[in-house]
Each structure stands twice: as structure tokens, then as C-alpha cells.
């Protein structure tokens, strides 16, 4: 057996030197546990927050302790009544290639004809964020324009696709050239800009000729800057994440908003998706109705190999991914 701990703690972009391999033993289940292997593990950018020991909304990674996160895994060896040899469960476990625990972090897949990998996905945690974070904060309405950020990502692409639904007008961004076209093409948004193109600002305020009701924001930084200033009156903004700044070495400084914010009666709201558990169940039923009809599209960046967790989750700093990363382990 073999895991994956936090030998130190990271100064930008984590290094190999951040991430430790210890080979360990295989434990056998004692009453009420059962022994777990991964077939997919989520690498998720809120990791990076948690391997640093700033205070935040939920505790950092100990030194020396393994990594954990969401992961999608069958049951090999069951000591507890509700679960089966040869379930498929999914749950936040430690970055493992055998992990024997109890069963409170665990729940069983129902469905197994979807991709498993879509619970780490859309009919996951970035499904859930995506869904409640657009939808009870953002509201966007019939013909408004919503605009999101890191648009091609597992967030951003369902967030695009469910205000689509909504009947919204959408616009997303994205680094590049190919993934702006596959906003479009794809995902059919209405529109996508590529930020990291020199004429950002302008191709931006072209993109939103009627202004921006609801601004999804996932990025933060120079992005964010150009987007805020197009608000409309009573705009809405549910900030999920600001990447950008996940390995800055010194606070993000930027425009003061508030005016912006006073002027346009816009409300701005950080959320985080866990305080809308007791609805996961029915959006977790929506989401799933949504990718069968196939008004969602779901895209997976699949990396190989437990040994490569750590440059699977560089990708999400470097933009390497389209739709979910996850990793594969090798059964
Ligand atoms: P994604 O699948 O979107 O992957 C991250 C993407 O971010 C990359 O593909 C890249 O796309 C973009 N990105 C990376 N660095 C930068 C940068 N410096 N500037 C702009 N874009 C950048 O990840 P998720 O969908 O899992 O997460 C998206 C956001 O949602 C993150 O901010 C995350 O922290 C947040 N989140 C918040 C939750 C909550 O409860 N509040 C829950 C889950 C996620 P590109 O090539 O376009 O640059």
C-alpha cells in the first residue's frame, strides 16, 4: 500500500517536493469499517487553500498526515452491514491505494450506468457548487446576461450550461483560443473571451453589449477587474473562488469595489457549497436528469496513475484541464 502526505507546506505553486509517497500496510476492516480502492481520486484547486495553515473555512492539512479529497472507489472487503464487496461508494478518504475506514465519509452510487466519475463531477461537488451558488445567489433571469469565469473547468462549464437553461444569455471566459471555442461550439454558450488575449477588456465589453446581471466569479484578479466594472443595476455576484490568487506569495491588491458595488446595488456573496447540504438531494436529482437529457455536457481530464495526483493537480493552476480533472487508479 502506499499514500501520499504533506511532507511541507507549500510557497506558490506546490512542488514534487511537496507532496510525500510512504509506502504502508494493508489494514484489515475491523467491525463497521470496510477496505476501499480508489478507482478515481478528485484533485480540486480548494486543496491549495488547505495546504497552507491560514485560517479559513475549513481546517488545513497536518504535515506528515495524508492529502485528502473526494474520491470514487469500490468496496474490496466489507465488515458493515450497509455496504457490499463490490459497491461503489464515494466520499472525502485520504490519498491511498487501499483505505480501510468507517463508513460516516462514505455513501453508496445508486446509479452506476453514469460514468463514475461524474460524482466527483457534475453530479458532484463542482455539480452542487455550480447549481446552488448560480441559482439561489446569482437568479438569473430570462434574457439577463450571466458572465463566468474559468469557464471550461467543472464549476464553470455547469454553471454556463445550467443559466442556458435558465434561459439566460451567456458569456464565458477562458484561457485560449481552444477553449473559448469550446464554450461555444460545445457547451453553447453565447459567447466566450479569452483573457489571456492582449485585447481582453475590449473583446470583453463587446461580448456584453447589454451589460452583466449575474457575474459568476471563480477567479479573481485582473479578470474579475474587467468584468465588475459592466455590472447593471441589482447585479448579482456569487464569488465561488478567486484561483488566481491560490499561490501568490502576497495579498491580491486591486481596484476598490465598493463604489462600483454602492452604484449598482449589486449584492456580492461568498459562499461555500457545504452550507447547502440538506439540498443536495433534489439538485442532485436535477443535475442527473439534466445530463441524461443531454442539456448538460459533461468533460473529464483524466491523468493516469495514483503516482501522478500531484502534476494532476498542478494542471488546475496551469490550465491544463478541461472539464473535471480527476485521476484514474489502475485496478
Ligand atoms: P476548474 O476545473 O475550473 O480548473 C481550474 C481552472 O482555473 C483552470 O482550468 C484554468 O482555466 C483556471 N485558472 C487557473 N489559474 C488561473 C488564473 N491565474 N487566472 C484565471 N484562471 C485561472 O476548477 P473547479 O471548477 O474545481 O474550480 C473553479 C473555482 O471554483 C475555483 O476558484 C475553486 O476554488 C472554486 N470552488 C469553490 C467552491 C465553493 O464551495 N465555494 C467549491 C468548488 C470549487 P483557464 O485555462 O481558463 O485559465
Excluded at 81 to 95: I, N, R, T
Excluded at 239 to 244: A, E, F, M, P
Excluded at 278 to 298: M, N, S
Aim: charged share 25%.
Amino acid at each position: 500500500n502506499e499514500q501520499i502526505v504533506l511532507a511541507k507546506r507549500p510557497e506558490g505553486v506546490p512542488g514534487d517536493d511537496v507532496f510525500r509517497f510512504e509506502d504502508i500496510d494493508v489494514r484489515e476492516p475491523s467491525d463497521g469499517e470496510v477496505l476501499i480502492r480508489p478507482s478515481y481520486v478528485s484533485v480540486d484547486p480548494y486543496m491549495r487553500g488547505r495546504m497552507s495553515d491560514a485560517k479559513s473555512y475549513v481546517a488545513p492539512f497536518e504535515i506528515d498526515e495524508p492529502l485528502h479529497g473526494h474520491v470514487v472507489g469500490e468496496i474490496m472487503e466489507s465488515k458493515n452491514d450497509a455496504f457490499e464487496k463490490g459497491d461503489h461508494v464515494v466520499g472525502v478518504l485520504p490519498w491511498q491505494r487501499y483505505i480501510t475506514v468507517t463508513t460516516d465519509n462514505i455513501s453508496k452510487i445508486q446509479n452506476t450506468d453514469v460514468p463514475l466519475h461524474l460524482y466527483l463531477s457534475t453530479l458532484g461537488m463542482t455539480g452542487q457548487t455550480a447549481y446552488h451558488g448560480l441559482l439561489k445567489i446569482g437568479q438569473p433571469k430570462e434574457g439577463e446576461t450571466v458572465v463566468v469565469s474559468a469557464a471550461s473547468g467543472a464549476v464553470g462549464s455547469a454553471v454556463g450550461q445550467i443559466a442556458k437553461i435558465k434561459g439566460a444569455r451567456v458569456v464565458g471566459i477562458a484561457g485560449g483560443e481552444e477553449k473559448v471555442n469550446y464554450l461555444t461550439e460545445t457547451l453553447g454558450f453565447d459567447a466566450g473571451v479569452d483573457y489571456k488575449a492582449d485585447d481582453f477588456a475590449e473583446a470583453f465589453e463587446g461580448a456584453v453589449p447589454d451589460g452583466v446581471d449575474v457575474y459568476f466569479e471563480n477567479v479573481g484578479g485582473e479578470v474579475s477587474d474587467v468584468v465588475l466594472e459592466h455590472l447593471n443595476t441589482f447585479a448579482r455576484v456569487p464569488v465561488c473562488g478567486t484561483i488566481s490568487s491560490y499561490n501568490n506569495r502576497e495579498d491580491d491588491i486591486g481596484p476598490r469595489i465598493q463604489w462600483i458595488l454602492v452604484k449598482t446595488q449589486t449584492l456580492m456573496q461568498g459562499f461555500i457549497v457545504g452550507n447547502y447540504a440538506d439540498d443536495f438531494e433534489y439538485a442532485g436529482r436535477q443535475l442527473a436528469e439534466w445530463v441524461q437529457e443531454g442539456r448538460i455536457h459533461t468533460e473529464v481530464t483524466v491523468e493516469e496513475g495514483f503516482e501522478n495526483i500531484p502534476g494532476a493537480f498542478r494542471n488546475l493552476f496551469e490550465g491544463k484541464n478541461l472539464g473535471k480533472q480527476v485521476v484514474k487508479i489502475e485496478g
